[in-house]
């Protein structure tokens, strides 16, 4: 019961902190502010905004990912915060897992909220924003879990910010496939694979990360 509610703290703690600094909206500001950009770029064509809007909104889910990755680890690294953690009697799997748990409640609900709204400027209604948002609510907690996994790869390296951003893009890229896949005639058989990876992926960052956090204290 003593681990489950010091797991149950740091979830509240980190999502409280989320939401209170702002980093919550910062991924959701950059969101709305390139599904606002695509239609200007492509113009009026209401056919090729329902053609290629659904991909954009996921190429911009995707990257919107990329913002918070110098918040997840490096702070509470510096601030001795998983030092705490472990005296305390958490292993470094369980402090990677509510770290998940944190940040997909941080970063995933708001996402889905920006996209029901950036799908209006594409055009995006009925069957295809059902979609749409049920391939993001799939997909953010595998999307959650790679930002988990690369922040913990890179604490402490310079640049961590841009080589975080190199790692993450390609380990995403079969989430983005089969999260814009969805929106075809045939997406049903692209929603199970995209299941699929993301609960593996959800199911590895614990290991995954906590893996790097304990070389780290080492």
């Known amino acids: 019961m003593f681990v489950i509610g010091s797991i149950a703290t740091i979830i509240w703690r ?19 502010s390139a599904a606002t950009l695509f239609p200007f770029a492509v113009g009026p064509d209401r056919a090729l905004l329902l053609q290629t ?3 954009i909104l996921w190429i911009a889910a995707l990257l919107a990912t990329l913002l918070p990755l110098d918040r997840l680890i490096q702070p509470d690294l510096d601030n001795g915060v998983y030092d705490q953690m472990i005296v305390r009697g958490l292993s470094d799997e369980m402090i990677a897992a509510a770290r998940l748990v944190s940040h997909w409640l941080s970063f ?3 996402l889905l909220l920006a996209a029901f709204l950036a799908s209006g400027l594409m055009g ?57 896949g969805s929106l075809s005639a045939h997406g049903n058989s692209a ?12 199911a590895i960052t614990p290991f995954a990360a906590g893996a790097a956090l304990s070389a780290i204290r080492e």
């Open 108 to 110: 995933g609900p708001p």
């Open 14 to 32: 980190d999502v409280r902190q989320s939401y209170a600094s702002g980093g919550t909206w910062l991924p959701v500001i950059f969101y709305l």
């Open 124 to 180: 995006l209604e009925g069957a295809a924003l059902g979609t749409l948002l049920a391939s993001l609510a799939i997909a953010t907690p595998a999307l959650a879990g790679l930002a988990v996994m690369i922040a913990a790869l890179t604490a402490g390296l310079k640049g961590a910010g841009a080589l975080g951003g190199l790692l993450l893009v390609p380990l995403a890229i079969p989430l983005l496939i089969f999260g814009a």
């Open 191 to 202: 929603l199970l694979f995209l299941a699929a990876i993301s609960l593996l992926l959800v």
């Open 53 to 55: 809007g659904g991909g």
